[in-house]
């Protein structure tokens, strides 16, 4: 079994205490750590999020917030609240919410996330899962299909990763991501498009899983109560652009069926293609099915329309551009596509 350090015992036991109280258990969705300053009436800042080097505190959110913009951050960089002697960070990382254990890197040298778990959750029938990045250490009990419940420890805050300038110690923190999961099929179309490339961990490469902003939900569950839905938080994304796929048999349309409409002309004549809402991360967070002769052009992806001030609020993952005023499919967003539908 894993466990803690023996001076982080008392602090299990507050975190514990905590995750017990009556307001908690109809939430499907917990903060990772002991630091909860995210719900302070200032929402934290500095005291919750860790920046870039040089950089703001909101350089440790999720979005386009890297690179004046260019960059994308697929989720939280949580600062730690307790250190050894030493200074190395000795939080526990707990998991967000009832799962299991989807993938496990213990080598830090094959991810610039270092040490990290990646746990599956069934939250309103929708599957979602959680990364938890840089770990001083993982669980040692925990592989690929353990069960873990919301609020268990599964490894301690560090700040492992395989890049060149690395993490300080005053930098320590656990990244921590809410995504949806792409396609079963990732490893060959990996193969296919980057040939001769390598693919250390199979389904769990990044470009396999799209993250959801964890403050904006968890904020959003704390302001709603039981009230709240997965379902329609995704659902309720700003829309950074529609475009119809010729494809008609992708696991997405399975594994997110609740974001699937009806349509009765396609469910009559036969389905031909779907018209897809993305949002700027390109999350398919609605999908229509439509009929042959509901679609117009020939080609394999089609632009129908593109939320203009999104696209310049959120620019980094680069789906569509403009070129002498007119939008179309970048290859970044034919590239997400294709994975989408392969």
């Given at each position: 079994m894993f466990r803690p350090p023996a001076g982080l015992i008392r602090t299990l036991l507050v975190i514990g205490l905590g995750w017990l109280a009556a307001p908690l258990l109809a939430q499907s969705f917990h903060l990772p750590t002991a630091n909860h300053a995210l719900f302070d009436a200032d929402g934290g800042g500095e005291r919750f999020f860790v920046p870039t080097v040089g950089k703001t505190?909101?350089?440790?959110?999720?979005?386009?917030?890297?690179?004046?913009?260019?960059?994308?951050?697929?989720?939280?960089?949580?600062?730690?609240?307790?250190?050894?002697?030493?200074?190395?960070?000795?939080?526990?990382?707990?998991?967000?919410?009832?799962?299991t254990v989807a993938y496990v890197n213990h080598k830090p040298s094959l991810s610039n996330y270092g040490n990290y778990i990646v746990l599956r959750h069934e939250i309103d029938g929708i599957e979602i899962y959680s990364t938890y990045a840089h770990l001083r250490e993982v669980g040692a009990d925990l592989k690929p299909g353990t069960g873990v419940k919301a609020g268990q420890p599964i490894g301690t805050l560090g700040r492992t990763a395989n890049t060149r300038e690395g993490i300080s110690k005053e930098r320590a923190h656990v990244h921590f991501e809410?995504?949806?999961?792409?396609?079963?099929?990732?490893?060959?179309?990996?193969k296919?498009?980057?040939?001769?490339?390598?693919?250390?961990?199979?389904?769990?490469?990044?470009?396999?899983?799209?993250?959801?902003?964890?403050?904006?939900?968890?904020?959003?569950?704390?302001?709603?109560?039981?009230?709240?839905?997965?379902?329609?938080?995704?659902?309720?994304?700003?829309?950074?652009?529609?475009?119809?796929?010729?494809?008609?048999?992708?696991?997405?349309?399975?594994?997110?069926?609740?974001?699937?409409?009806?349509?009765?002309?396609?469910q009559k004549e036969g389905v031909a293609g779907y018209e897809i809402s993305l949002n700027f991360n390109g999350i398919p967070r609605e999908l229509i099915p439509r009929a042959a002769a509901e679609l117009k052009g020939k080609g394999k992806f089609q632009l129908l329309s593109v939320n203009a001030p999104e696209a310049k609020k959120n620019p980094c993952r680069r789906l569509v551009s403009q070129r002498s005023g007119r939008w179309e499919v970048a290859p970044h967003g034919i590239n997400a596509l294709e994975l989408l539908t392969f």
């Open positions: 505190w909101i350089t440790g959110t999720f979005g386009c917030v890297r690179s004046d913009g260019r960059q994308l951050h697929e989720g939280l960089d949580i600062r730690c609240l307790q250190r050894d002697k030493r200074g190395e960070s000795t939080d526990p990382v707990l998991a967000t919410a009832d799962g809410l995504n949806l999961f792409v396609n079963d099929r990732f490893p060959a179309w990996y296919k498009n980057s040939p001769g490339q390598r693919n250390d961990h199979g389904l769990w490469n990044g470009q396999n899983l799209l993250g959801l902003d964890p403050r904006a939900l968890l904020l959003e569950q704390q302001r709603l109560g039981t009230k709240f839905s997965l379902v329609q938080f995704i659902q309720n994304q700003t829309e950074l652009c529609r475009v119809v796929v010729r494809a008609t048999n992708f696991p997405w349309l399975k594994r997110y069926a609740a974001f699937v409409q009806a349509n009765p002309q396609a």
